[in-house]
């Protein structure tokens, strides 16, 4: 009988250290909302460039502000820019540059690739850009709509390109300030 009830003593004990250790590690449980989870997301000691969010593309908010301070172009200014020497840098996936671009366009995707479960960032993009282009040449920046080209532009002023503009609304304002049918990729 000595022996039996110190063995559930023993299991008891050992249970109750289990519970204290799992408890002591794990998040306060008070607190689960949303509001909770971001404030502790945001708080935690955290690398947000290797957070999931940042490998998605998305933005924080403290660099939104700085996305929409970019220097921009409007559409309906970029035939005239590219004819006074501006070069227009078209940062879509290769695909979608093949399909239709504006005369003259020099393309190097910001992203690898786009898939419903994210976005791949292209490492060697700066790289690519600056041995095409000089770092005091005027560039023209745009994409589709607008947004990637504003993160490619905040890249390239941060890597000491001095001239280099947002097309703000990307290749659809251009298309729609022209008024003109997209120009198929000639050979």
Request: charged content about 25%; overall charge positive; glycine content about 8%.
């Amino acid at each position: 009988m000595v022996g039996h009830e110190y063995a559930q003593d023993r299991a008891h004990e050992l249970s109750q250290r289990w519970f204290l250790l799992y408890r002591s590690h794990s998040r306060p449980r008070q607190r689960v909302g949303l509001r909770y989870r971001l404030r502790w997301w945001k708080s935690s000691n955290r690398d947000t460039t290797s957070s999931p969010m940042a490998s998605a593309g998305l933005v924080q908010i403290s660099d939104k502000k700085e996305l929409e301070a970019l220097p921009t172009v409007d559409g309906g200014e970029v035939r005239e820019l590219m004819s006074s020497g501006h070069h227009y840098l078209d940062v879509r996936l290769g695909k979608d540059f093949d399909k239709a671009h504006a005369d003259g366009a020099r393309n190097i995707s910001y992203y690898l690739s786009v898939t419903p479960s994210g976005k791949e960032k292209n490492p060697h993009f700066v790289d690519e850009v600056a041995e095409i282009f000089g770092k005091d040449e005027h560039l023209i920046v745009g994409c589709n709509t607008g947004f990637r080209s504003r993160l490619a532009t905040k890249d390239l002023l941060d890597a000491g390109f001095k001239n280099v503009r947002n097309l703000k609304g990307g290749y659809q304002s251009f298309l729609q300030s022209e008024n003109q049918q997209p120009a198929a990729h000639q050979q």
